[in-house]
């Protein structure tokens, strides 16, 4: 079973996002476990501090290294935890990053708040730094959220027979084509004709070119990032034309 | 106030992760409000279905289109809500976008499952569609959880004195510089002499020649990105050399 451990000050913010959907079924599965750890047990102080004022000035509090570097210790000890200290600094996270934590049995979640951690975790404790996008978050715990969801999804059996991880997004290096359900017709808008013609072949030429076009005009740099196979790459260069 | 809707199928994944934090303030202050709705009850059969499966074959539901359209249609009508589709396909959500999002006094996020949404929802009710990065999700809930965070924290009085959105990663187009605070040294490892020294100028100057290497080590791109102001570009070039 894999884990995922977060080091948070506010553990129930997890209690909801993992209850429902079909991340809950891996969980009540055993597939995998989400951890939410409170950093204040860590604290050794009797009042619980976890975070101080910032050394040569500026607004805003920085968490206490102690807290952190003990919980994290604790965790390597106990499960030889993969240490990610989620941050603006680090690697931005992607489909790649996803599939390599997956190789980890236990992964913890350093959930910085306020102006972030005490420089020092990250020299003592900090096995890797994940960043998800170019935005600021009140916290580390969203960041946290999505990674585990990213991430538990991709352990065999999770998503069962609900939808495969291989044929979507970022992993073929084409965004995916567009999808129909019923009705037939809505508001004038039918479904295009060849999706009910039944005729296999073309289906999959028609959602492919679909997919090509939409990240032509789309995401252009994802072609550039990807290892397309040459069928596609044919496909690409006679839509380019 | 501004409002953040939600359309969704586990509204109550919404609950705990807001009740937490410097964003709980915010929304107890009415600065705005997160407001998840059932997809279901914008259903029309009576089995409130709100996926079925996909024309031209393939594993994975996609989401109807009726209950979204209506739903996205009465919050249009009511608080000309901007609605926003979240899918790979979108444009990358970043700091920038955080900033323009914040124009918009109400603001619907239509979250997917499964395959995603009818194309058809994009046509007839999207103004918008964001990526939250290169990577899947089980559906759209934690992407809004993120964006609302991103957005929310920059509404003029939810941060308080806690912080100053000015003064961080992304805005300035630089990373940010270390952070340290008590203990003065921490199993042998002491705060930079500078950061005690009282002497304000030479702070930020340390400060800044810090920003600008870890954003030259970690995210060079950053800075090809970003209007970057004549000292800094100055300070750049002497540390490049």
Same mark, same amino acid.
């Given at each position: 079973?894999?884990?995922?451990n977060i080091?948070?000050?506010?553990p ?6 993992f ?18 750890i ?7 102080d009797k009042?619980?501090m976890?975070?101080d004022?910032?050394?040569g000035?500026?607004?805003g509090?920085v968490?206490?290294p102690e807290?952190?570097v ?6 390597k000890?106990?499960?030889n ?10 690697k931005?996270?992607n ?11 236990s992964?913890?979640f350093?959930?910085g ?9 990250? *020299?003592l404790?900090?096995d890797?730094e994940?960043?998800i ?9 969203f960041?946290?959220m ?10 065999p ?6 939808s495969?991880?291989?044929? *979507?997004?970022?992993?073929?290096g084409?965004l ?10 809505? *508001? ?8 009910v013609s039944?005729?296999?072949q ?5 959602r492919? *070119? ?11 740099d ?11 790459l ?8």
């Open positions: 079973m894999k884990i995922f080091l948070t000050i506010f129930s913010m997890f209690k909801s996002p209850e429902l959907g079909v991340l809950s079924k891996g969980i009540e599965n055993s597939l995998f476990k989400v951890n939410p409170n950093l204040r047990d860590f604290a050794e009042h619980q976890t975070d004022y910032q050394y000035g500026g607004a509090l968490m206490k807290p952190i003990k919980a994290a210790r604790y965790l000890e106990k499960e935890s993969h240490i990610v200290l989620l941050d603006p600094r680090g931005t996270f489909q790649k990053k996803a599939e390599e934590l997956l190789k980890h049995d992964i913890t350093i959930c708040r306020y102006e972030g951690v005490d420089e020092r975790v990250r *020299e404790v900090v890797e994940i960043s996008g170019d935005f600021i978050l009140t916290g580390g715990e960041a946290a999505v990674i585990i969801d990213a991430v538990a999804r991709l352990i059996g999770v998503l069962g027979d609900e495969s991880p291989v044929e *979507e997004s970022f992993t073929s084409l995916e084509y567009p999808h129909y359900t019923r009705p037939y017709e809505f *508001e004038g808008k039918k479904v295009p004709e060849v999706l039944g005729h296999h073309k289906i999959n030429e028609w492919l *070119e679909k997919s090509i076009k939409i990240t032509l005009q789309n995401r252009v994802l072609l550039k990032k990807s290892a397309l196979d040459s069928n596609v044919s496909r690409i260069k006679s839509l380019r034309r």
